[in-house]
């Protein structure tokens, strides 16, 4: 039952995805849904990107072994991070029009800058990612019988295949 309703929450989201990859014109459609969603879907989508599988299981256990005070820096850090980020850089970054921090970079210290800055982003991306996708793994090793290495290999084929779609 749990895996049937798993399934059915994946086939609706990847749909959703489908449908809005007929709205994606160009990179700012991609990236940031051109710039058009209303802020509670933007909140949505940041909250969802911010506090990833590492808040989920990371943080409850971390909850049941030390209380509140061995997980206050998660929600209310990264919370705070994002209300200053929001205070003091995205309305610059608006009116410059770059869809990345790298392209900040570009665009205030030349190219040279944003490749070192992409070469140091990158590699903390892979370890956000595998994070996710051995959530998932897990969350699909638990309700069925396919090993963590194989549900990994679906786990990634599902998020390509979304991201492929439809970007954001």
């Known amino acids: 039952m749990l895996l049937t309703a798993i399934i059915i929450y994946l086939i609706i989201t990847v749909a959703v995805g489908a449908w809005s990859s007929k709205l994606v014109k160009n990179s700012n459609d991609f990236v940031l849904a051109g710039r058009q969603l209303p802020l509670f879907l933007s909140a949505s989508a940041l909250f969802a990107t911010w506090f990833g599988s590492e808040t989920i299981f990371?943080?409850?256990?971390?909850?049941?072994?030390?209380?509140?005070?061995?997980?206050?820096?998660?929600?209310?850090?990264?919370?705070?991070?994002?209300?200053?980020?929001?205070?003091?850089?995205?309305?610059?970054?608006?009116?410059?029009?770059?869809?990345?921090?790298?392209?900040?970079?570009?665009r205030i210290f030349g190219k040279r800058v944003e490749f070192f800055a992409a070469v140091f982003m990158i590699p903390a991306y892979f370890g956000y990612?595998?994070?996710?996708?051995?959530?998932?793994?897990?969350?699909?090793?638990?309700?069925?019988?396919?090993?963590?290495?194989?549900?990994?290999?679906?786990?990634?084929?599902?998020?390509?295949?979304?991201?492929?779609?439809?970007?954001?």
Do not use: H
């Not at 061995?70 to 029009?97: H, K, Q, S, T, W």
């Not at 996708?133 to 309700?143: D, K, P, T, W, Y």
């Open 58 to 106: 990371g943080a409850s256990s971390e909850y049941l072994e030390s209380g509140l005070q061995g997980v206050i820096e998660d929600p209310f850090g990264g919370a705070l991070c994002l209300i200053l980020f929001g205070v003091f850089y995205l309305r610059p970054m608006y009116r410059m029009n770059v869809l990345t921090i790298g392209d900040v970079y570009k």
């Open 129 to 168: 990612v595998a994070a996710q996708l051995v959530a998932l793994a897990l969350i699909f090793n638990s309700i069925s019988d396919i090993s963590i290495s194989n549900a990994i290999m679906v786990s990634a084929g599902i998020v390509v295949f979304y991201t492929f779609l439809g970007g954001m």
